[in-house]
């Protein structure tokens, strides 16, 4: 685990409920600041009254983190410190933001050390999906394993307006639970890894099934938008739904594409609904070739959903429009010779017409791909797509939706439940255990 290097400044009992927060865990803090440092007592580390610290010490660190007066908070920003280095922190409402205004009226919002320029409606959308997301991430983190599954059974019942039977789930979105929880596999994270599972993609069914990679960053500033083409795709490797389509370079707002992968970057994806898997990939920005299927919207996207190897239906969108918006999105779901298998989202409805909808022309190529791909996985979807007549990989999901969805057709998530058969649990506590390992183990690595 990489640390920011902080300073931290706040008071004797604000600073022990600092300490106290799991959160903690990501920070090395170099020194303490208080206006009232004489009364402020820590072994190993030097207390400082903020004005005898000097102006070049506020290079040296990733952040302050402000625990108690944020009255504070101007005394830095006169001293030049850069407002993005400035995280505020409660012990009872946990990460907190603060906003300045620009002379043309855009509101640049400051949040764990990340930067907003909130000018409009999607800005502000954004940036208050991402503020419930790192309480949420703060939350999990301090969270004992030992109640994880009840987190998950609150979630499911709220969502599902039923309860969560996890010690003999019987229906497909319930076994998903289970699955979320003991099965977070270390081969599930490799293929969740939508960078690390391109070898394993090449291995297994040739790299010619593989959208072209253009580039891998650890950092946003890092990427020579010089050397992309004038369309590309900027992904992050970690979650779902964190992608930047750019088609056309020259109108591309970097600063705002920016602003959402660093926030991408900064969240755990597991934190979300517990879906463990997600806690190994190492964040990462891939950017891929940019795919397009004649003046279509939007790339043909066949989803096989995989029991014992073996793929069983096909789901297949339509009306995605190209800037990803999903209010009109329809789902129809295929058995294996693209017939119209009858079952029906209770979020994306069917087709008028989906016996209308004709088969792609590479259809029994994918299914022997797709049964390549979930081989040896009780449950696994692999997404393929199909453009100009060539089928390129898509990715591969355990838990699709979290398993937080459900279906109009009456029978459909009992059926589906009865094809999957669940494998020998691996609990959460022996999960993170193995991920403590890692981490220390890489902590050590870097010294």
């Not at 290079?59 to 108690?68: G, L, M, Q, R, S």
């Not at 003991?182 to 790299?207: C, E, F, H, N, Q």
């Not at 100009?388 to 998530?413: C, L, Q, R």
Request: glycine share 6%.
């Amino acid at each position: 685990m990489i640390r920011k290097k902080i300073l931290v400044h706040g008071t004797a009992d604000s600073l022990q409920k600092f300490f106290a927060d799991a959160v903690s865990r990501d920070y090395e803090v170099v020194a303490l600041l208080s206006d009232a440092p004489e009364k402020i007592s820590v072994a190993k580390l030097e207390v400082f009254a903020p004005k005898n610290l000097p102006a070049f010490a506020y290079k040296t660190v990733d952040a302050i983190i402000f625990t108690a007066d944020k009255s504070s908070v101007e005394f830095f920003l006169r001293r030049g410190l850069a407002p993005r280095k400035i995280i505020l922190w409660d012990a009872k409402r946990g990460w907190e933001f603060f906003s300045l205004r620009d002379a043309d009226g855009t509101q640049r919002t400051y949040f764990c050390g990340l930067e907003f320029h909130i000018r409009n409606d999607d800005d502000k959308k954004f940036f208050g999906e991402t503020h419930v997301r790192m309480q949420i991430q703060r939350q999990v983190k301090n969270l004992n394993p030992q109640f994880y599954s009840a987190v998950v059974a609150q979630g499911f019942r709220q969502r599902m307006r039923r309860p969560l039977n996890l010690t003999n789930p019987r229906t497909f979105t319930e076994k998903l639970q289970w699955i979320k929880l003991y099965d977070a596999t270390p081969i599930k994270s490799r293929l969740t890894d939508k960078y690390l599972v391109r070898r394993w993609i090449a291995d297994k069914i040739g790299a010619q099934y593989l959208i072209p990679l253009l580039g891998v960053w650890d950092d946003f500033d890092d990427i020579d938008f010089d050397d992309l083409p004038d369309q590309f795709v900027l992904k992050c490797n970690h979650g779902s739904g964190m992608n930047v389509i750019v088609r056309d370079k020259s109108t591309f707002d970097k600063r705002a594409a920016r602003e959402k992968i660093n926030a991408w970057l900064a969240f755990d994806y597991s934190a979300l609904f517990l879906e463990l898997h997600y806690t190994r990939i190492k964040r990462k920005i891939i950017a891929e070739k940019f795919m397009a299927n004649g003046d279509l919207p939007d790339i043909d996207n066949y989803k096989f959903w995989c029991f014992n190897g073996e793929p069983n239906f096909c789901g297949f969108d339509s009306g995605r429009t190209a800037d990803g918006n999903i209010n009109n999105l329809r789902i129809d779901y295929f058995d294996m010779d693209w017939q119209p298998n009858g079952f029906e989202n209770g979020a994306h409805p069917n087709s008028e017409h989906p016996e209308n909808i004709p088969q792609p022309k590479n259809f029994e190529l994918m299914k022997k791909l797709a049964a390549t791909l979930a081989e040896g996985f009780d449950f696994v979807r692999v997404d393929l797509y199909e453009v100009d007549g060539h089928v390129y990989f898509g990715e591969m999901t355990f838990t699709p939706g979290a398993g937080n969805f459900y279906y109009k057709s009456a029978g459909t998530d009992e059926y589906l439940g009865s094809l999957l058969t669940l494998p020998a649990p691996t609990p959460p506590r022996y999960t993170l255990i193995i991920l403590l390992i890692i981490a220390c183990a890489k902590n050590l690595c870097t010294r």
